[in-house]
């Protein structure tokens, strides 16, 4: 199993930036592809980004697509979401999450949170307007 720590939230202007990274730990990070995922008070978790094994691929919900951008770096067990243009809708508590899917797995299951049996604890990330 892998463990996943996330660090990077804040507090931050709309407009401003952020850099959201997750550590990971215990068997090979390169083994998971990854996912962003958030929650906002009152509402339920909802996608954000995700990405292939190998980092060939990536995915975006429509309402971050060319705001956000995730990466990886396998040798360094680390992934990030970069976050720029934030907005105050932006604002929730970030996970990271790790999936055993497989390249050949559609988008539609590196959306769905089911698909992660790994989780961090969260950083909040919280845009004033």
């Known amino acids: 199993q892998v463990q996943l720590v996330e660090s990077g939230g804040g507090l931050v202007q709309a407009g401003g930036s952020l850099r959201l990274s997750c550590a990971a730990s215990g068997r090979s990070f390169s083994s998971y592809a990854m996912g962003w995922f958030r929650q906002a008070p009152g509402k339920e978790r909802e996608f954000v980004a995700a990405i292939t094994r190998s980092g060939s691929s990536t995915y975006y919900a429509d309402s971050v697509k060319g705001r956000f951008t995730i990466s990886r770096d396998n040798a360094k067990n680390t992934g990030t979401l970069q976050m720029n243009s934030l907005k105050p809708e932006d604002t929730a508590v970030y996970y990271c999450?790790?999936?055993?899917?497989?390249?050949?797995?559609?988008?539609?299951?590196?959306?769905?949170?089911?698909?992660?049996?790994?989780w961090g604890q969260g950083t909040q990330v919280t845009v004033s307007s």
């Open positions: 999450a790790a999936a055993t899917l497989s390249p050949y797995h559609t988008d539609s299951y590196y959306r769905a949170d089911s698909q992660y049996a790994y």
